[in-house]
């Protein structure tokens, strides 16, 4: 069974950071590209951020130079380091197996929420 489990969500204010982790179980991690997506109060589904198998990362314009995508495979995780944190990054931020084309609602967790607040 495909199981991905976010944490690290919380309280955070304008300018600050937190880091999001995804564990992964069920399938080869090492060959998936992973991604983040994330969806603000009211808002649809939002493409983030993704990690190639072969570590290579993409990034959404409105998170470019705030966001670190990255992945441990022998943990089988990934993890989104947040910083300058804006109050429009506020929602609920799942990760997701696939790239930034090929990633599916069908596959991602259930989420952690981040709410960016002063």
């Known amino acids: 069974e495909v199981q991905l489990v976010e944490s690290g969500g919380g309280l955070a204010q304008p300018g600050g950071s937190l880091r999001l982790s995804c564990s992964a179980s069920?399938?080869?991690?090492?060959?998936?590209?992973m991604t983040w997506v994330r969806q603000a109060p009211g808002k649809g589904l939002e493409w983030v951020s993704a990690?190639?198998?072969?570590?290579?990362?993409r990034y959404a314009d409105s998170v470019q130079g705030r966001f670190t995508i990255s992945r441990d495979n022998a943990k089988k995780t990934v993890y989104l380091s947040m910083n300058s944190l804006k109050p429009e990054d506020t929602g609920v931020y799942y990760c997701?197996?696939?790239?930034?084309?090929?990633?599916?609602?069908?596959?991602r967790g259930q989420g952690t929420q981040v709410t960016v607040s002063s």
């Open positions: 990690i190639g198998a072969d570590r290579s990362t």
């Open positions: 997701a197996i696939g790239g930034r084309k090929t990633w599916a609602a069908d596959r």
């Open positions: 069920g399938f080869n991690f090492n060959v998936e590209a």
